[in-house]
């Protein structure tokens, strides 16, 4: 007998011992009874909702049922424990449900993972009854499959685990039904301020900035409102500049708002008009309304042209409102001399975030101090818009029915309304008891009764239609009306119904208006799309007149009132559209599309000419759009946001695959052109975080290469978001030329299939760009050295400030630049969050300190100037209130944190500048270091009381870095070494010091388990806090960084952090690295650096020197390092192969010039020249005889040299050749002998003295010397933020360099180039291919 039949005999044994407690039984099996069919009618629900409800209800009573236990087995109170808490969850995922009160997909997998947690949980209660000492006699036949569950529940679980299975089958109805419901549904946001079809979608009854889908009012109605409107805009005298007039929705602010627009516009008082509209790409946001105000004006106004073209081509590029409200709204509105006004329509549609901006700068910048500017604003009153105006003198705050007077008013004009219209009918339906009770139906809203005339003026039984919305209870309100309308549009049969939801589920569910084209794309099985659009004129907007085309015809809802009735299911009832159908017909439309209609090189197709880093990309943008066919645009921005909402759809995976493995690099481009790389890093991210949450469910469909490929497409577009904005073709060379060689995308998209990629560049050799996941997330948008970087306290946002005066908002999870801050005029020294995470502070050398809004990058106010000298660094107070800052000129300064008052009078604490400023986690000190070596220690005091210096300890190195260690009175600081010092005892301890390498910046995680040092040897150190006593020990990662780092900061879990350094590059590193020994020494001295790269005469080799003194020789084809290192016992700046290829040159100076063996490595020659003086070498040469060999120094001066293969001195020819510093590094001799080519100019040097060539010769000469269709352009980085190599047959497969790659550093030789960066990182790319494919 086994165990297990032991094990179950015991068991038995003890449920006989059970079986006479009749009354005990009888209790548990009534209460199973009641359990188990609750449980069997769950699965008989025609809904996921009443599925839960009922799941709900029947909980509680397993619970009482388990409590009537009498086993020894705890477990069962543990799962009735657990059992709570699950019914805890249901209600929150069935309150879920009911919110989103949707129509539910019959394709939705929650079903199957609530049938999977009903399963198991009538097998742990059957298991639960039985061991309670019910057997097979004593279950009724409604519970006769109890010993079938019971048989299931003993083979197939284990007592400890029943617990854990069902945590585990709810985890999984908890992921799914976050994934189904609308909140889930975090997709994509819109495409900025520009649309998809931005300058297609015209026409009348189009949305637009100018509200042209609204009429004028009839004659005759309105004339209160409109008297009152007269009255404000003819008498204000600046009192009263802004006009707000507000209603609930459907009242007819906006056509009201048309009326006064004519009116205005007649009498040349208009500037402009702006109408909001909610969710359309264009007209949502307050950045969206100064761009159009700002184009109005300039029309308007011609003497403003001037002054507002610079600030509209930049626009843009720049998201901070305040800067576009203050460029291109308040400064030319302040240059006025004569009255005008701005209508702005259905504020209320208007982003809540923007809207606040928007109404606070209104308020600031024209209430009373512009007599002559006013504004007149429509808007539902919504609370915040309310408590913002309600209480301002310099606000007229009306309705349209405030008063009884203006109610009656207003039914009077909805009754001549409605005559009018009637009266544009044949065989009008109404007299004057009709029109009563029609006019008691619309309840004051216009939006009733224009959409009643608009369903009539489209019948034929207009009588009949009439009496039904007049008798029939459902037309007593809106609801009422649209269910009406549906009903009248309808045909019986189901093929039409249906045709009719697909339809309106594709407007509905649609990010931006479709056109019909776009719209019968999406819906290939409707007969006639524009049939039915038409037929719901009343309720929908038709984008353009009936004659023109599909393509140009838009389609949208006019009111917002019909599209929440379509979404939810109680006011709809059974015309409630199911939004999940809707996402997956677009969604595969998209996939469609896209598959149709991307190819390679997409720019180049709709350029209409030759492609230059000069192409105007707005110019391409606008005839994609125009000139693709109609769903392309929409989809390559848009396919991610309605793949999300369905991703549990059977086959979506495999078109997802598609995309990535067929179309990546030509959805990039095209996505680029459409200015929209940074909503789709974040689509990216959501989908490849889902696509994990559903790895988590049984049978799911998607493998972990399909993570890969998303975590691999955001990985591309963090290297390359810079480049491909200014570039977008460029998706097809370089990003694909650095990624690692064992990425998919650089697998995949380097197969024969994919002819274009064969002719990219293909590096031979390159360290520090792989992709693999150990690897640092490198973020490219600055274009100069970095200064400073903070992370968030949410951990969402990194900020960093560059010598490029900007400071640039990033998505610390994608990696995406979401915003870059422009305003400040020189190098930003310091940038920190606020505490609260919503706003941005930064510091500059223009002496100002700035405040920006987190979320859009607004300006908060005017700068704030520095006391004296410039900030240099800052920080918060544990309260909140006060930021004290450290400037160029040793002052400390605490000012006000909301206001920038100055709060005490400045103290000069250091000699020189303030390089550092820390306050303790406690707010009881504060640490100031500076270049003097000076480390102060404050007493903390409270607001509005100075600080008190405490004492100070010097060093006689400057103090660069210097942080107190959080929750601690330590202070961790470096001064060309790392020391910490106890606050209170003052005791300081030196933990590493060197006399080369130094540390130039500091950070500590928040846990105080480990600290990081940068250094300017290119070096990230960590050291963990408990061997800062002393005692010598630290870790180091490595050589993890490119250039020196100057800044560095923690994630706010300590999981990652990032660092900034000198080559203008940030990199995020995960923290989760391989262990190292806890006193691991790493070996020290400087790391060598490439000085110079040179190509032999053949093309073949490739020879490089350091300053270290050692070359190195490689094959080019091959990238095989066929000879080196070689010492030569002294620093080397310059080499040249002799055009024998047995031996080189090099040397650092013109004296010490060597020749050295090609083949062994072996010293020939040392001293070849004989020159006086230092002159350290720029660059030598030999020429193609190998008779003459050319130095170039640092005095800017060219020698030549006879050269004799026997080694004999060279004697020197020609002298005192002078040369410009500008231009390539490249010396070549003329194959005659007879010029000289360096830095872009030309000599003559056939015989003595050399000659310059004349400059309207030089450009021929040097392309015919050097011979090579590539340029190396190094002042492109300044423009584009890479350098690029041009190729001369095609612009278009110029390769952009990253400026990790010196320009100094770098060796052509026909189509090959060897590029180099400074830390020794060599690569070799082919172009010759490019030329002969």
């Not at 706010?1052 to 590193?1069: A, M, Q």
């Amino acid at each position: 007998m086994t165990a297990l039949q032991v094990h179950t005999a015991v068991e038995i044994s003890k449920i006989h011992d059970k079986l006479d407690r009749g009354p005990q039984k009888q209790k548990l099996i009534k209460k199973a009874l009641s359990v188990f069919k609750g449980l069997r009618e769950i699965s008989k629900q025609n809904t996921i909702l009443e599925a839960f409800r009922e799941l709900v209800t029947t909980l509680p009573s397993a619970v009482e049922l388990l409590d009537l236990n009498d086993t020894e087995y705890s477990v069962w109170q543990d799962v009735a424990s657990a059992l709570l808490n699950h019914h805890t969850s249901f209600e929150e995922l069935t309150t879920k449900l009911e919110n989103a009160d949707m129509q539910e997909d019959p394709k939705n997998p929650i079903g199957s993972y609530l049938s999977l947690f009903v399963s198991e949980l009538e097998s742990a209660l059957s298991i639960f009854i039985y061991l309670n000492g019910v057997t097979r006699r004593d279950i009724p036949r409604e519970l006769s499959n109890i010993q079938t569950l019971v048989d299931k529940g003993l083979n197939g679980m284990v007592l400890s685990n029943i617990q854990s299975i069902l945590t585990s089958a709810l985890d999984k109805i908890k992921i799914i039904t976050g994934l189904y419901t609308p909140d889930a549904d975090e997709t994509v946001s819109h495409l900025g301020r520009s649309s998809v079809f931005a300058g297609s979608a015209t026409g009348s009854g189009m949305i637009t900035p100018y509200g042209a889908q609204h009429k004028r009012c009839l004659p005759g109605t309105r004339i209160v409102v409109i008297q009152q409107i007269d009255e404000w805009i003819n008498s204000s005298q600046g009192k009263q500049p802004i006009y707000v007039l507000g209603d609930v929705a459907g009242t007819g602010k906006s056509t009201i708002a048309a009326e006064v627009t004519y009116r205005w516009e007649k009498e040349q008082l208009l500037a402009s008009r702006f109408f909001f509209s909610r969710g359309n790409s264009g007209t949502s946001t307050a950045t969206d309304l100064c761009i159009h105000l700002a184009r109005d004006l300039s029309v308007r106004y011609p003497h403003l042209q001037d002054q507002l073209s610079k600030p509209l081509e930049e626009a843009a590029s720049i998201f901070q409102f305040d800067k576009l409200w203050e460029k291109l709204v308040f400064e030319p509105l302040s240059q006025l001399t004569e009255k005008t006004v701005l209508v702005i329509d259905g504020l209320d549609e208007c982003t809540p975030a923007s809207r606040e901006d928007f109404l606070e700068a209104l308020l600031r910048d024209f209430g009373q101090s512009n007599p002559l500017v006013h504004f007149f604003i429509t808007t539902r009153l919504e609370d915040e818009i309310t408590s913002l105006l309600q209480s301002r003198q310099d606000v007229v705050l009306a309705r349209v029915q405030q008063t009884e007077q203006q109610r009656r008013a207003n039914v009077r004009d909805i009754a001549r309304y409605i005559e009018f219209e009637f009266e544009k009918m044949k065989n009008p339906p109404m007299n004057h008891q009709s029109a009563q009770r029609l006019l008691e139906r619309a309840d004051g809203l216009f939006i009733f009764a224009s959409t009643v005339c608009a369903v009539l003026a489209k019948s034929f039984e207009r009588q009949r239609l009439f009496d039904d919305i007049l008798n029939y209870k459902g037309f007593t309100n809106l609801d009422g009306l649209y269910l009406g309308i549906l009903q009248r549009v309808l045909p019986s049969d189901p093929f039409s119904r249906q045709a009719l939801n697909d339809v309106l589920g594709v407007i509905l569910a649609a990010r931006e208006p479709l056109s019909i084209a776009a719209l019968q794309a999406c819906c290939p099985n409707v007969s006639s799309v524009r049939g039915i659009v038409e037929s719901l004129g009343s309720v929908l907007s038709l984008g353009g007149e009936l004659q023109q085309s599909d393509a140009e015809t838009f389609v949208s809802i006019i009111h917002q009132t019909f599209r929440d009735f379509l979404l939810q299911k109680k006011r709809s009832c059974d015309y409630a559209l199911n939004v999940h159908t809707a996402h997956s017909t677009l969604a595969d439309a998209c996939f469609k599309t896209l598959q149709r209609g991307l190819h390679p090189r997409m720019a180049e197709t709709f350029s209409g000419g030759e492609i230059t880093l000069d192409t105007d990309l707005d110019e391409i943008s606008t005839s994609l759009r125009a000139k693709s066919e109609p769903l392309l645009c929409y989809s390559a921005v848009y396919w991610i946001s309605h793949t999300i909402p369905v991703l549990y759809l059977h086959g979506l995976h495999e078109e997802i695959r598609t995309i990535f493995t067929e179309k990546l690099t030509s959805w990039v481009e095209v996505v680029a052109l459409l200015r929209g790389l940074t909503p789709i890093m974040t689509g990216l991210s959501r989908l490849q975080d889902l696509m994990k949450r559903y790895g988590d469910l049984p049978g799911h469909q998607f493998a972990n290469a399909d993570t890969q490929w998303c975590l691999e497409a955001v990985r591309l577009l963090q290297n390359n978001q810079t480049l491909l904005q200014s570039a977008p073709w460029q998706v097809y060379t370089s990003p694909l030329v650095f990624l690692g060689e064992d990425d998919l995308i650089s697998k995949h998209y380097r197969l024969p299939q994919f002819p274009i990629i064969r002719k990219a560049a293909v590096p031979l050799s390159l360290s520090g760009f792989s992709l693999n996941w150990g690897e640092p997330i490198t973020l490219r948008g600055h274009r100069l050295c970095i200064n400073c970087v903070d992370w968030s306290a949410d951990g969402k946002c990194i900020a960093s400030g560059s010598d490029d005066h900007t400071v640039v908002l990033w998505d610390a999870v994608t990696g995406a630049n979401l915003i870059t801050l422009y305003g400040h005029t020189g190098p930003i020294t310091c940038v920190k969050f606020s505490p609260s995470g919503a706003e941005v502070v930064s510091s500059s050398e223009d002496g100002t300190i700035r405040r920006w809004k987190r979320d859009d990058g607004a300006c908060i106010g005017d700068p704030w100037k520095s006391v004296e000298g410039a900030a240099r660094c800052f920080a918060f107070s544990s309260d909140s209130r006060d930021l004290v800052y450290g400037t160029t000129v040793g002052l400390v300064c605490r000012v006000d944190a909301e206001t920038g008052r100055l709060i005490e009078t400045p103290q000069r604490a250091h000699v020189g500048p303030v390089n550092a400023l820390s306050i303790s986690s406690d707010g009881a000190y504060m640490a100031t270091a500076g270049d003097d070596g000076a480390l102060w220690m404050w007493y903390w005091t409270p607001h509005e009381k100075p600080l008190v210096p405490s004492h100070t300890r010097r060093h006689q190195s400057p103090i660069l870095s210097a942080t107190f260690i959080p929750n601690t009175s330590t202070i961790v600081y470096t001064a060309f070494g790392l020391y910490t010092c106890d606050v209170l005892s003052f005791g300081t301890n030196g933990i590493q010091k060197d006399e080369e390498e130094q540390h130039t910046c500091i950070a500590v995680s928040n846990d105080m388990e480990s600290i990081l040092t940068g250094s300017n040897m290119q070096t990230i150190w960590t050291w963990k806090t408990e061997v800062l006593d002393g005692s010598a020990g630290h870790i180091r990662h490595g050589e993890m960084a490119y250039a020196n780092i100057r800044c560095l900061a923690y994630s706010p879990n300590g999981r990652s952090f990032v660092s900034g350094s000198s080559d203008s590059t940030l990199k995020i590193w995960e923290t989760d690295l391989p262990s190292t020994p806890a006193f691991a020494f790493p070996q020290r001295g400087r790391p060598s650096m490439l000085m110079m790269l040179a190509f032999s005469h053949d093309g073949e080799s490739v020879a490089a020197v350091g300053s270290d003194g050692a070359f190195k020789i490689w094959e080019f084809d091959t990238g095989k390092l066929q000879l080196g290192p070689i010492a030569t016992g002294s620093p080397l700046t310059a080499v040249a192969f002799h055009p024998n290829g047995q031996f080189l040159a090099c040397g650092k100076t013109v004296t010490d010039v060597s020749i050295w063996s090609a083949f062994n490595g072996e010293p020939i020659r040392r001293n070849l020249l004989n020159d006086e003086g230092y002159k350290e070498l720029y660059a030598l040469e030999f020429s193609s005889n190998g008779r003459l060999f050319a130095t170039a120094d640092h005095y800017m001066n060219i020698s030549l040299w006879s050269f004799d293969p026997t080694f004999t001195v060279p004697s020197c020819i020609i002298t005192n050749i002078r040369f410009s510093p500008d231009g390539p590094n490249a010396m070549v001799f003329d194959p005659s002998q007879q010029f000289l080519t360096y830095r872009n100019q030309a000599w003559y040097i056939g015989q003595p003295p050399a000659s310059q060539v004349p400059e309207e010769h030089r450009e021929q000469l040097i392309d015919r010397i050097i011979g090579s269709p590539l340029h190396y352009d190094d002042y492109a980085a300044k423009k584009h933020g890479r350098k690029w190599i041009d190729v001369e047959s095609s612009s278009i497969q110029s390769l952009a360099v990253p400026l990790e790659f010196d320009g100094r550093r770098h060796a052509i030789f026909g189509g090959r180039i060897a590029l180099g960066a400074k830390l020794g990182d060599v690569m070799f790319i082919d172009f010759r291919p490019t030329f002969h494919p």
